[in-house]
């Protein structure tokens, strides 16, 4: 007698006692192990959907950053000779450069060598806490976005006078920790009239200690030739205005003049953010792997441990469509219940981090969709083969199975 034979006779041996044992034993589930196997899915998504939602808010708060500091800020600073010796910018570069329309604003800072910056007199020589003294014009802090911390920034009065204002490492270097304190500055006496906040553009400005232009020259025997200039440019126009920055600030030798823009070390800084946030997608495609070799572990199990059901409803009439189709399923749900708790869990963990980091919480949407539909295709791979093994049972063997 053919398989086909013996399985059109299954109905008629049939009794009720053997429909109670199938539905005892045959129908049995195991919560834990569709838990566990949820759970791989759910890790998978929820590694991968935090961390292109924590990477996402990382960019968001740097995007926010740019747009409230300008990304139209150039820097000028002097290069070199042809011989490699250190060059100079002329005295009337930076009026050269304002004149330039689509510049907005135009200052600078000189390095006024040999100065160094003490806490006391009484400091040895030979620490001088790599504190760097700039004159600087009194426009600095509204040209590269600067903000006072404590105290007052330099003006046209005390500009003439022995003050200084501190960045915020310098500060911190010297010790002092709040305006009306004296540092002993070029062998002079000078009074902290402020201290800085970090300066995000100009990040040479945290460790400096700025002075005024009149009194650096006639205190500290300046030269007045500006080392840096910080130039604004209307927003469309920055290109343009870079290529001609070094012909403009030094039109008899423009290749020594060096032209930056200290926003692209930011723009720098998203991309190798994105570039680690590839890898960790990669790690949460592994843990999504994982998960998915869990559901058709599981699957395949319930196959062996379900064939009496396989084989009743093969018996009552069920295709092998049917059995295919309902294994299918069983794998596409479960994977489904893994991937949206992976998705609210991813959610929940981004939101949370950005919280406590203060940045602006951001899952974008293709990742969410993106995650739930790849759970859906992990799922249907790993239920393929269990669907078609269950398919594959005959009536008889699946119901003669314990």
Do not use: C
């Not at 006779?9 to 195991?30: E, I, K, N, Q």
């Not at 395949?300 to 009552?316: F, M, P, Y």
């Amino acid at each position: 007698m053919t398989a086909r034979t013996r399985d059109r006779l299954v109905p008629a041996r049939l009794g009720p006692a053997d429909v109670a044992r199938v539905g005892s034993a045959g129908l049995r589930t195991r919560p834990l192990r569709v838990v566990l196997s949820a759970l791989g899915i759910a890790i998978g998504i929820a590694a991968m959907i935090s961390v292109v939602g924590i990477a996402s808010s990382s960019q968001e708060r740097l995007n926010r950053e740019l747009a409230a500091l300008g990304t139209n800020l150039l820097r000028v600073e002097p290069g070199h000779t042809i011989f490699g010796d250190n060059a100079h910018l002329p005295d009337e570069s930076v009026a050269m450069v304002d004149r330039i329309t689509p510049v907005t604003s135009v200052t600078a800072t000189g390095s006024v060598s040999g100065a160094l910056v003490y806490r006391t007199d009484k400091v040895s020589k030979l620490e001088s806490g790599s504190i760097t003294v700039l004159a600087a014009r009194t426009d600095l802090l509204s040209t590269v976005g600067a903000t006072v911390a404590q105290g007052t920034w330099l003006n046209a009065a005390t500009a003439k006078y022995p003050a200084v204002v501190l960045g915020r490492d310098a500060a911190a270097r010297l010790g002092v920790t709040k305006p009306d304190t004296q540092v002993w500055l070029g062998n002079h006496w000078f009074t902290v009239v402020g201290i800085l906040n970090p300066v995000p553009l100009a990040p040479e400005l945290d460790s400096a200690a700025l002075i005024g232009w009149p009194i650096a020259e006639s205190l500290l025997s300046f030269d007045g030739y500006p080392t840096t200039i910080y130039t604004r440019t209307r927003d469309d126009s920055v290109a343009a205005v870079e290529n001609v920055l070094a012909a403009t600030a030094n039109p008899e030798h423009p290749d020594q003049v060096d032209v930056s823009r200290p926003s692209d070390a930011l723009t720098a800084k998203n991309a190798i953010d994105s570039t680690l946030r590839a890898l960790l997608i990669g790690l949460g495609g592994v843990a999504l792997l994982v998960g998915g070799i869990g559901v058709a572990n599981t699957m395949v199990i319930s196959v062996l441990e379900r064939r009496s059901e396989i084989g009743l409803r093969r018996s009552l009439g069920a295709t092998r469509g049917h059995i295919r189709l309902q294994f299918l399923t069983e794998s596409l749900l479960l994977s489904l219940l893994g991937g949206a708790s992976g998705v609210l869990l991813g959610i929940a963990v981004t939101a949370v981090f950005a919280g406590y980091e203060g940045w602006p919480a951001v899952v974008p949407a293709w990742a969410s969709i993106g995650g739930l539909t790849t759970t859906l295709l992990v799922g249907g791979v790993a239920g393929l083969y269990p669907a078609w093994r269950a398919a594959r049972l005959s009536p008889t063997v699946a119901l003669a199975a314990n």
